[in-house]
């Protein structure tokens, strides 16, 4: 499986990220061949190689003549990828796209999707980057993409509707889930169209994949920033060959002293159903010398707030404490015996030498032995045996 990682140490764009995705392909006469499909003309396609405060990578402008320059609403948008005839994977990241701006789009203007008058994202540069981008991802073979932290930027910068902030308003919006450092870097480092393509490429934000580096795109911007070089970079691998069942999750604890212990049974079950993967509870002795409990609960990172719900909406808890541990686990499957008592699912752990040790299933051996066909003891040694065969 091909991982994309989006390194946006200087932020992202539409131009940037074709860029870097050309840079990484070297695809560069698929995508020409690719463009000529487009039923848009008056533009030239400018690939050369340049340099950033001293780092080499691709540079991309879209040239556009005068009398190409106008802005279009989303359905001529629509209308025009679809009357092409692109890849369908490539049409259908590139219309996503488009749809995912002129929804933050028509949010942050007050008024609806159809209505939204595209400007500088409409006109045919844009369209031609974004393309591009969608092209070139699919070429890269990657389902999904990964991103780093994104920088803000600092002040403002020019817009159809004069000054605005940076990052602009629709950029939020697309990317309000994703980790910002607000106030890093001069000007606008995030574009609404280098934003739409990140959703597009249903980019994650989490903590970066462990992956063996196979190649590296770098794709340049037009501005000369202070004291860093303008530069995307698109890191492109494969799963790394880590060591089995090794990952990472947040232990999640609290100090309870004030809460009837009858409670704790569905907190439990609320926690496990919030996607926990352990919940402990262990008795302990708190301030002013009361017995109490320590709730020590595992789940993964992206579970923290749900769990967190769950545990302050049925305990007494005013507060959480939560650290990332790593953790090494064996790889396991579940398999299937067919004994003389019934089906029996077996939990089959693969040891670091490279043998298998088999546990039944204690919910189906409780429900043989519940039925009076046989012991603990017997259920196991007939697993085992079957097991083997």
């Excluded at 393309?131 to 991802?137: K, Q």
């Excluded at 089995?244 to 496990?272: C, H, K, T, W, Y």
């Excluded at 909406?313 to 499957?333: E, N, V």
């Excluded at 019934?342 to 490279?354: C, I, M, S, Y």
């Amino acid at each position: 499986m091909t991982l994309l990682y989006f390194d946006c140490f200087s932020g992202i764009a539409g131009d940037m990220a074709t860029a870097a995705l050309l840079s990484l392909t070297g695809a560069e006469k698929e995508l020409r061949k690719a463009l000529k499909i487009l039923p848009i003309s008056g533009y030239r396609l400018i690939v050369e190689r340049g340099r950033s405060c001293g780092m080499a990578g691709t540079r991309v402008h879209v040239n556009v003549s005068a009398g190409a320059k106008h802005a279009r609403h989303l359905p001529d948008i629509v209308a025009l990828l679809s009357s092409s005839s692109l890849p369908p994977e490539t049409l259908a990241r590139a219309i996503r796209c488009f749809e995912l701006l002129g929804a933050a789009e028509a949010k942050v203007h007050g008024t609806t999707i159809d209505k939204v008058h595209f400007h500088e994202v409409g006109a045919v540069d844009a369209v031609v980057d974004v393309v591009s981008g969608c092209f070139l991802f699919e070429l890269a073979g990657a389902k999904a993409a990964h991103c780093s932290p994104l920088p803000g930027g600092s002040g403002e910068a020019w817009s159809e509707h004069g000054k605005i902030p940076v990052p602009a308003p629709a950029t939020l919006e697309l990317l309000s889930g994703a980790p910002w450092r607000f106030g890093e870097g001069e000007g606008e480092l995030v574009t609404p169209t280098g934003a739409a393509l990140l959703c597009a490429f249903d980019a994650s934000f989490g903590r970066p994949p462990e992956m063996t580096a196979r190649g590296v795109g770098i794709g340049l911007g037009h501005r000369e920033l202070p004291g860093r070089p303008n530069m995307l970079r698109v890191v492109s691998g494969e799963p790394a060959g880590k060591a089995p069942g090794r990952d990472r999750v947040l232990e999640i604890e609290a100090n309870i002293d004030d809460m009837s212990p009858q409670r704790f049974e569905l907190l439990i079950e609320r926690s496990l159903d919030a996607g926990a993967l352990d919940v402990a509870v262990l008795p302990a002795t708190m301030k002013k010398n009361r017995p109490g409990w320590v709730l020590r609960i595992l789940a993964p990172e992206e579970r923290l707030e749900i769990v967190s719900a769950a545990v302050f909406s049925l305990s007494t808890a005013i507060g959480l404490r939560y650290h990332a541990c790593d953790r090494l686990k064996l790889d396991r499957a579940v398999g299937e015996v067919e004994t003389r008592f019934g089906r029996v699912r077996v939990k089959e752990a693969t040891l670091p030498d490279g043998s298998v040790r088999p546990v039944p299933e204690y919910e189906d051996v409780k429900r043989i032995v519940r039925g009076g066909a046989a012991t603990f003891d017997e259920v196991a040694v007939e697993v085992a045996r079957k097991w083997r065969r």
